[in-house]
């Protein structure tokens, strides 16, 4: 098992330069808990976060971006709309994220994390289709 220590100086070294991240499903959840938390992060010797929070709904995002904004002010945080079960809307986003990342001077991509609710291609009985079929995986 990884040591504690080495999780930390890992996280540190990420605040060790100015960092564009990317959340899937970050208005809530895992996701949210780790905007937070890498906001938290920065907050105390960062050298720069810009986060875009990809989501269907920009109420909770935006009271993530308040929270993130009062833990780490000089971040930059950014909530883009989309139901990333339609693939249109997948190719969207990226477009925006693309678009807004080409009017920044360093604009780039660092990190993305991917929290967004799953997608079921079988049919909906309540339960994951392999259970549905008296299967276990």
């Known amino acids: ?18 960092l ?22 920065h907050g105390k010797s960062g050298k720069g976060l810009r986060v875009y929070i990809v989501g269907r709904n920009q109420q909770k995002a935006e009271k993530s971006i308040a929270d993130c904004r009062r833990i780490y002010p000089v971040g930059d945080f950014r909530f883009v709309k989309a139901d990333l079960s339609l693939l249109r809307e997948v190719d969207d986003a990226c477009a925006s994220i693309a678009a807004q990342e080409v009017k920044e001077k360093d604009g780039r991509v660092d990190l993305l994390y991917m929290t967004q609710g799953e997608v079921r291609l079988g049919p909906r009985f309540g339960v994951s289709c392999f259970h549905a079929e008296k299967r276990h995986y």
């Not at 098992?1 to 100015?18: D, G, K, Y």
């Open 1 to 18: 098992m990884v040591q504690l220590t080495t999780v930390r100086n890992t996280n540190i070294s990420f605040i060790q330069q100015p």
């Open 20 to 41: 564009v991240a990317v959340f899937t499903g970050g208005a809530s959840g895992i996701g949210d808990y780790v905007v937070r938390a890498l906001a938290k992060i």
